[in-house]
């Protein structure tokens, strides 16, 4: 929940709002396949990169959950074990989170190449909401009734659009996530 408490001025919920938006939108290009495999490679190589080593270590608690050792105690995630493949899920999240962060903190330190991917990113979102306004699309409401109804993005579902996907499919039925993975 964003707000359980309902503590949030309006300005501190639309921010978070945003920022939700931004980490969800980078899933939703990975899995309409506008975001190539090698531009996600990028962004990922850049998160592990500039990403606090902390924040790192609370993704991976979060994504994974907390894991006790012997005597109960949380176990804690070493830097030996964030060098590990994390997996095509967690990779994801990792570039999710470092679009997030560089959209509202833009670094210095961010690669050309991810400074470029970035900028496709946000030319393709502003380009598409112009594209909605220009088809007509008044409210969200519109937008809704139309993909509940087939109108918008009809199409089959289940089927494999991009490398992340086969990843994940590889991880679960491989228990590997690339060919060249040992």
Same mark, same amino acid.
């Given at each position: 929940?964003?707000?359980?408490?309902?503590?949030?001025?309006?300005?501190?919920?639309?921010?978070?709002?945003?920022?939700?938006?931004?980490?969800?939108?980078?899933?939703?290009?990975?899995?309409?396949?506008?975001? #190539?495999?090698? *531009?996600?490679? !990028?962004?990922?190589? =850049?998160? @592990? %990169?500039? +990403?606090?080593? $902390?924040?790192?270590? /609370?993704?991976?608690?979060?994504?994974?959950?907390?894991?006790?050792?012997? #005597?109960?105690? *949380?176990?804690? !995630?070493?830097?030996? =074990?964030? @060098? %590990?493949? +994390?997996?095509? $899920?967690?990779?994801? /999240?990792?570039?999710?989170?470092?679009?997030?962060?560089?959209?509202?903190?833009?670094?210095?330190?961010?690669?050309?190449?991810?400074?470029?991917?970035?900028?496709?990113?946000?030319?393709?979102?502003?380009?598409?909401?112009?594209?909605?306004?220009?088809?007509?699309?008044?409210?969200?409401?519109?937008?809704?009734?139309?993909?509940?109804?087939?109108?918008?993005?009809?199409?089959?579902?289940?089927?494999?659009?991009?490398?992340?996907?086969?990843?994940?499919?590889?991880?679960?039925?491989?228990?590997?996530?690339?060919?060249?993975?040992?």
């Amino acid at each position: 929940a964003i707000n359980p408490d309902g503590t949030m001025s309006e300005p501190e919920l639309a921010t978070a709002l945003v920022n939700i938006m931004d980490h969800e939108t980078y899933h939703a290009l990975i899995q309409l396949g506008i975001i #190539k495999q090698s *531009e996600h490679d !990028i962004m990922f190589k =850049d998160a @592990k %990169k500039l +990403l606090p080593i $902390d924040f790192q270590k /609370e993704l991976v608690k979060r994504y994974r959950g907390v894991k006790l050792d012997a #005597k109960g105690k *949380e176990k804690e !995630i070493s830097n030996a =074990d964030l @060098k %590990k493949e +994390l997996g095509p $899920d967690l990779e994801e /999240e990792f570039a999710a989170e470092f679009l997030r962060i560089s959209i509202n903190n833009p670094s210095k330190l961010i690669s050309p190449k991810s400074k470029t991917i970035i900028n496709k990113i946000i030319n393709f979102l502003t380009t598409l909401g112009q594209t909605i306004y220009d088809a007509g699309f008044t409210s969200s409401r519109t937008i809704i009734r139309d993909i509940e109804s087939g109108k918008i993005g009809a199409r089959e579902r289940g089927q494999i659009r991009n490398f992340q996907q086969v990843r994940k499919r590889n991880l679960k039925k491989y228990g590997i996530a690339r060919p060249d993975a040992s």
